[in-house]
């Protein structure tokens, strides 16, 4: 069996090797983190849910099947984590938790050029704001979109992290684009 790069590492970390825990969780703690934040939007639960993704991870690596990919399942840890604690604390979850600027405020704003003519604030600006669109939307459809496009998960590792079926994941993918579609066209921001 040839083993890829997690794998490897998932084998020193259960012959008792820490360090390649601590590069396992160096390689996984931003994008994990990522996950957690944009779902409950709240900075100190995502720390603190990050830290229990990894120390569940710590307890249960032993019963990792090495015929999957690593990333699969630490999502599916991951994703059931943070499923538990949006129904613990449902009332965080689907309410923003500032003001947001206003997105046609945003369209309007004088962007900032570099020399070379690339305008990074107006990127880093509309990716902002559609990641602000994807917040607003329901959690059923923000956690596989968070998943596809935040993550690069495919749609049958997106069905084995959260257990539906391909077929409803692509469609529930499809419905959340189309969500955010119009979100960003009520906004009066261009869509395509």
Not at 58 to 63: C, D, E, G, S
């Amino acid at each position: 069996m040839i083993l890829d790069d997690d794998q490897a590492l998932i084998r020193r970390i259960l012959k008792g090797d820490r360090s390649s825990f601590e590069q396992l969780m160096k390689q996984y703690n931003k994008r994990m983190f990522n996950f957690i934040y944009r779902m409950v939007r709240d900075e100190e639960v995502a720390v603190e849910l990050t830290q229990d993704f990894f120390i569940k991870i710590y307890t249960v690596l032993q019963k990792y099947n090495f015929e999957y990919k690593f990333s699969t399942w630490a999502y599916r840890i991951c994703y059931n984590l943070v499923i538990d604690h949006v129904r613990k604390h449902p009332e965080n979850v689907d309410s923003l938790d500032h003001d947001l600027l206003s997105r046609k405020l945003l369209a309007k704003t004088d962007q900032v050029v570099r020399e070379d003519g690339f305008s990074n604030l107006e990127k880093e600006e509309m990716r902002d704001y559609v990641w602000g669109v994807v917040e607003r939307i329901p959690q059923k459809y923000r956690h596989l979109i968070l998943l596809r496009y935040q993550q690069g998960l495919k749609y049958e590792e997106i069905a084995e992290v959260t257990e539906l079926p391909v077929g409803t994941v692509k469609n529930r993918i499809f419905k959340a684009k189309e969500l955010i579609r119009r979100e960003i066209a009520e906004d009066g921001m261009p869509t395509q």
